[in-house]
């Protein structure tokens, strides 16, 4: 019979992608996780992980053995909290205005399947959350900064629209077309690369705001590259030509012990599942 520790060791090896933030996880030392994940791996008959120096690799006897394991594991894990009624910890989040909950939404849940008592409060001012899900530009007052992805930003346009059928435009292309700005995102609309004869005629008050109103034909924007993947309705223009400026997105996070930890926790997730 397996080790229900050793099963949670695995999880957790899984979802970080290194032993030493599994280690670290569940309160053991990293020879003591390593080992666990060595005699499962006796037991099976077969490698788990393809280890280097940058991490764990899953195998794919790893991935169907996480998906078979992991709801119940955390099920049984979680036991003793419930049967205590231990109280819920809040953690306070904040989302910019110019961020899609989509990206971040997976990896709270790896963060509450972890951590049973683990509620989420939504708040509207980043100077109060725990937690900030931001650009490198908008990072809360007090607030420490961690990376996640960088990328460049893009012309949308609604699928319809005469331009979707182009990979690139040119400032000029754009003249004459109706911009929807975004205000609460600094030097994204790059007004100054605007020609004469554009006409703005909305201001967003956030992107998921911003992209129905270009998918339903009013205007055209300059997003972040990545909200491309979250719909089926707008296109994303390359600007050539000039340069449409790019941005930093990531997590900043309280000084606070127990936030610091869950920042590089949620970060460490998300890098992981992006390497998948």
Avoid: W
């Avoid at 794919?60 to 049984?76: E, F, I």
């Avoid at 989040?93 to 939504?122: E, G, H, I, K, W």
Wanted: hydrophobic share 45%.
């Amino acid at each position: 019979m397996i080790e229900l520790n050793t099963l949670r060791y695995f999880i957790s090896a899984y979802e970080t992608g290194t032993f030493s933030h599994a280690a670290r996880l569940n309160g053991v030392s990293q020879p003591t996780v390593s080992a666990a994940i060595q005699k499962l791996e006796d037991r099976l008959g077969m490698p788990l992980f393809k280890r280097s120096k940058v991490g764990l690799r899953p195998l794919p006897l790893a991935t169907q053995l996480y998906h078979d394991v992991v709801d119940p594991v955390t099920h049984l894990a979680s036991i003793q909290t419930r049967l205590l009624a231990e109280r819920p910890q809040t953690l306070r989040v904040y989302c910019a205005p110019d961020m899609l909950m989509y990206q971040l939404a997976p990896d709270l849940n790896s963060l509450r399947r972890r951590f049973a008592s683990l509620q989420f409060t939504f708040t509207g001012d980043a100077r109060e959350s725990d937690l900030a899900y931001v650009s490198d530009r908008c990072v809360p007052e007090a607030h420490a900064f961690i990376p996640m992805y960088e990328e460049p930003f893009a012309v949308a346009v609604a699928r319809s629209h005469p331009l979707a059928a182009s990979r690139e435009v040119q400032i000029e292309d754009l003249r004459d077309q109706p911009l929807i700005q975004r205000p609460y995102c600094p030097n994204a609309d790059r007004l100054e690369l605007a020609p004469s004869g554009m006409v703005f005629v909305a201001h967003a008050t956030n992107d998921h705001q911003l992209l129905d109103l270009v998918a339903a034909g009013l205007g055209v924007a300059f997003v972040p590259a990545t909200h491309a993947h979250s719909r089926g309705d707008i296109v994303l223009l390359s600007l050539v030509g000039a340069d449409a400026g790019a941005r930093i997105a990531g997590v900043s996070h309280r000084r606070s012990v127990r936030a610091t930890e869950i920042a590089k926790l949620l970060t460490n997730i998300s890098h992981h599942t992006e390497a998948q």
